[in-house]
Nanobody, 124 residues
Framework: QVQLVQSGGGLVQAGDSLTLSCAAS????????MGWFRQAPGKEREFVAA????????YYTDSVKGRFTISRDNAMNTVSLQMNSLKADDTAVYYC?????????????????WGQGTQVTVSS
């Protein structure tokens, strides 16, 4: 079992930056690829970013490329999402997730473990 505990989030203005963090309980953290997803009211959960087990490969949805950065620290069992130049459209509940699979892992069904979610609200 892997428990993911998220921190960060909140209310910011358009153009501001925010960092989300996710701490994993497992000692085998480096064997899991990690992802961030978000879900806005009335919409399906969508892929935001993913990072491979060793942090070499990263993937982003087009709408956040150049603004968001996913990173991980395998010594600390954490994954982070640095969000810059935030827009109102980025408003959503954000979730971190873990999967044993490699690859880009853009589908929510690929992930077996999820964080509790954290609200990010960007006012315009």
């Amino acid at each position: 079992q892997v428990q993911l505990v998220q921190s960060g989030g909140g209310l910011v203005q358009a153009g501001d930056s925010l960092t989300l963090s996710c701490a994993a309980s497992t000692r085998a953290f480096s064997t899991y690829a990690m992802g961030w997803f978000r879900q806005a009211p009335g919409k399906e959960r969508e892929f935001v970013a993913a990072i491979s087990q060793r942090g070499i490969d990263t993937y982003y949805t087009d709408s956040v490329k150049g603004r968001f950065t996913i990173s991980r620290d395998n010594a600390m069992n954490t994954v982070s999402l640095q969000m810059n130049s935030l827009k109102a459209d980025d408003t959503a509940v954000y979730y971190c997730a873990a999967t044993i699979w490699g690859g880009s892992n853009i589908r929510p069904s690929t992930y077996g473990y999820w964080g509790q979610g954290t609200q990010v609200t960007v006012s315009s």
